[in-house]
């Protein structure tokens, strides 16, 4: 186990590096690697950062015979192999052999949501031979396999690194608690929840928590004039801090990242959403993330959804939530895994994390869930409409199938999430989760028994017996309705991103994914209103995603079902249900305009079908 000494010098570190930006080179995927003769292939290319070549964990580590494990509470790699363990913090300059600290020139970091290793430190730690080949810019290694491994670090460790850092560290921890919100004046901003269009004159706040990055906050002045100035915005800080000292992870330290809220009511006159409520998303990969509070739209006390969009930003900005662990997510869960593990514990950090001060801006008031039994019961009755029975009869065999089992209840989700909480610890849930994203992939068939297996380690249960265990505890939330799900999608309407039955948000929010090509929706009529998810989501999983438009004397032309899923209100008053399409380029170049083309499934699904209607046409 390490010292304390290291400790503390791994977390001073990770404080310290996190205020500097990475520079990366534009030409990494030029680099090379080879060992024993065998060149390399990862799924993320090797990248130079600052002269020093760094190459996915997983990747080299295995290839250098050494066995990984993530710590998802100290955010650290351990590798062993033989006699040698190394400890890699992500962030940290400092990195342990054998409980011994060496310097680095590049901490560990994470890239395009891969874990990334300075290359030549691991493999000399491990007794490999490292040579640069500057000409082919390729990393060369001999890799030794004897028994006993002795590094052939050129480096010493550094004596003065051994000693003790708590003065320093505690001055470090208190400068994090360090905050300030500073009025900046009104500016002009644009906002990708608003399609990238420019908001005018709005006031514009910087918050500095510690050494971090600004985060930036935006608040129209009608927001203010109604519910007061400082209202929530005020203590985004507090809220990010509750959460840090829970997750034991700070995304505002990460120079590589930018915050952005935007508080406005619907009388802001701003191309913001008007029907959303809260919402936090990111855009690709660049570390950038918004979060909106439309006030208009919640009668009540909203701070709970500031925070609980606030945890969000905690995931959205981690590993948890990157490209390649939601896949892996998905591949061992499926699609609705987001719930139970997402909102879940965002709802649990809305009632459990945060010590709300009494509001004194405003008469808007809510009940906050205590910490009991009953508490939580009563809020998922209260979600659920207060109706006797708040489950449906749905085969509960793993933690995603939650979301159908609840018709989407939140109070539900935030039962499960506090219920493994008391029986298990929050941490653990964490550790179940880290370790599934860092020994399953995504594209490799998971067997049940090794779900059980995975799910005993942690838990000493199935996720199966958990659920039964839970349902019990909570005494099947009064009991089950009968299960009824819609199997047909029978399309009404034909929808254009110019159509006018689309209100300007869903336009707004179709604008948000729209793929190369030509794109439409299409509106299916016999859903329920208040059972959107439960029947999308079936229907998203299993029912066809390949199409083609036909027209007599016409090339068939191919489509593609998006899986965008869109529930709304059309202009006309009707209820929107809609998918995404779109026809790709090459196809779409294809389209002779002014033709009426047929929408034909390709094998459709006997179960769950489309039925595309004869007079409901295409047209370019």
Not at 143 to 149: D, G, I, L, V, Y
Not at 413 to 434: A, H, P, R
Not at 472 to 494: C, H, L, P, Q, S
């Amino acid at each position: 186990m390490l010292n304390k000494s290291l400790i503390h010098l791994f977390l001073i570190s990770i404080l310290i590096i996190s205020c500097f930006p990475l520079s990366i080179l534009a030409n990494n995927e030029d680099i090379k690697v080879i060992i024993n003769g065998e060149l390399q292939s990862y799924e993320q290319p090797p990248v130079m950062i600052h002269n020093t070549t760094m190459v996915p964990l997983r990747g080299i580590f295995e290839s250098l015979e050494a066995e990984v494990k993530w710590d998802s509470e100290q955010r650290s790699i351990t590798a062993t192999r033989n006699n040698i363990k190394i400890i890699l913090p992500i962030g940290s300059i400092i990195a342990a052999i054998n409980d011994r600290a060496y310097e680095l020139e590049q901490p560990a970091a994470i890239i395009n949501g891969n874990t990334m290793v300075p290359i030549r430190f691991v493999s000399e730690a491990l007794g490999a031979k490292v040579v640069w080949d500057q000409a082919t810019k390729t990393v060369i290694i001999e890799n030794n396999s004897n028994e006993e491994t002795t590094h052939v670090l050129n480096q010493q460790p550094n004596p003065e690194l051994q000693t003790e850092g708590t003065d320093t560290l505690n001055e470090l921890n208190e400068n994090d608690q360090e905050m300030k919100l500073i009025s900046i004046g009104k500016r002009d901003v644009s906002s990708k929840y608003a399609s990238g269009k420019s908001i005018k004159n709005i006031n514009y706040f910087e918050l500095t928590i510690g050494e971090g990055s600004p985060i930036h906050i935006y608040v129209t002045d009608d927001y203010i004039k109604q519910y007061g100035e400082g209202y929530a915005y005020s203590e985004v800080g507090d809220m990010i801090l509750s959460i840090a000292k829970h997750k034991e992870y700070k995304p505002y330290l990460d120079p590589t990242t930018s915050f952005h809220l935007f508080f406005y009511t619907n009388n802001s006159n701003t191309p913001l959403p008007q029907s959303y409520q809260a919402a936090a998303g990111t855009w690709g990969d660049d570390g950038y993330l918004e979060l909106i509070i439309n006030g208009s739209n919640m009668p009540y006390d909203f701070r709970t959804s500031l925070q609980h969009e606030l945890y969000h930003y905690f995931d959205k900005l981690s590993e948890l939530d990157s490209n390649k662990s939601k896949n892996i997510y998905k591949n061992y869960w499926g699609n609705d895994y987001r719930f139970w593990l997402l909102e879940g514990a965002a709802e649990y950090s809305s009632y459990f994390f945060y010590d709300y001060p009494k509001n004194t801006f405003n008469g808007l008031s809510k009940d906050i869930v205590k910490n009991t039994k009953e508490a939580v019961l009563n809020y998922a009755k209260q979600q659920g409409g207060n109706h006797e029975k708040l489950m449906f009869d749905y085969e509960l065999n793993s933690f995603d199938d939650i979301k159908k089992a609840s018709n989407n209840n939140y109070g539900i989700t935030l039962s499960f999430f506090w219920y493994l909480v008391e029986q298990y610890n929050y941490e653990t849930i964490y550790d179940y989760v880290g370790y599934i994203s860092t020994n399953f992939n995504a594209n490799v068939p998971i067997t049940q028994s090794e779900k059980d297996e995975t799910a005993i380690l942690f838990f000493g249960s199935t996720e199966e017996e958990i659920l039964k265990d839970w349902l019990v505890y909570f005494d099947d939330f009064g009991g089950f309705n009968k299960y009824e799900e819609t199997t047909t999608g029978t399309a009404n309407y034909i929808l254009y991103k110019n159509d006018p039955l689309l209100s300007n948000d869903v336009r707004d929010m179709m604008n948000n994914n729209l793929q190369n090509g030509f794109n439409f929706m299409v509106n299916i009529e016999e859903w329920i209103d208040s059972r959107d998810h439960t029947q999308s989501q079936p229907f998203r999983d299993q029912s066809t995603d390949t199409f083609k438009l036909s027209a007599d004397g016409y090339e068939d032309i191919l489509v593609e079902r998006t899986g965008a899923f869109y529930t709304h209100y059309l202009t006309n008053g009707e209820k929107l249900h809609a998918f995404q399409f779109f026809v790709p380029e090459h196809e779409a170049s294809k389209m002779v305009e002014g033709v009426e083309y047929t929408l034909i499934p390709i094998n459709n699904h006997p179960t769950y079908q489309w039925v595309i209607p004869e007079d409901i046409k295409i047209v370019k």
